[in-house]
Nanobody
């Protein structure tokens, strides 16, 4: 059974940085690990995803150049480095895992979420 545990959320001033971590267990090689977010009153959206074996990454246009997703296979942990945060980035961030494919395919398993707050 796949388990995902997120950490690293918190409150930061606009322009600041945060790093989220997601420690995963029970998923097979070749799977997709990704970060999604949902702000109040908005739909959940994909932020970044990475394929475990090939290391290929994908980003939402809104975070390109500011966010970086990376994977430490030895620790079974995926990181999301978030820089130049703004109010639009404030949301509950969720780690998800699934199979290789589009954003939808990466949403089979979910973590509990970690809150990111950005103050001006």
């Amino acid at each position: 059974q796949v388990q995902l545990v997120e950490s690293g959320g918190g409150s930061v001033q606009a322009g600041g940085s945060l790093r989220l971590s997601c420690t995963a267990s029970g998923y097979t090689s070749g799977a997709c690990i990704g970060w999604f977010r949902q702000a109040l009153g908005k739909e959940r959206e994909g932020v970044a995803r990475i394929y475990r074996t090939r290391g290929k990454t994908y980003y939402a246009d809104s975070v390109k150049g500011r966010f970086t997703i990376s994977l430490d296979n030895a620790k079974n942990t995926v990181y999301l480095q978030m820089n130049s945060l703004n109010s639009e980035d404030a949301a509950m961030y969720y780690c998800a895992a699934g199979t290789v494919g589009d954003w939808h395919m990466c949403q089979v398993y979910w973590g509990q979420g970690t809150q990111v707050t950005v103050s001006s």
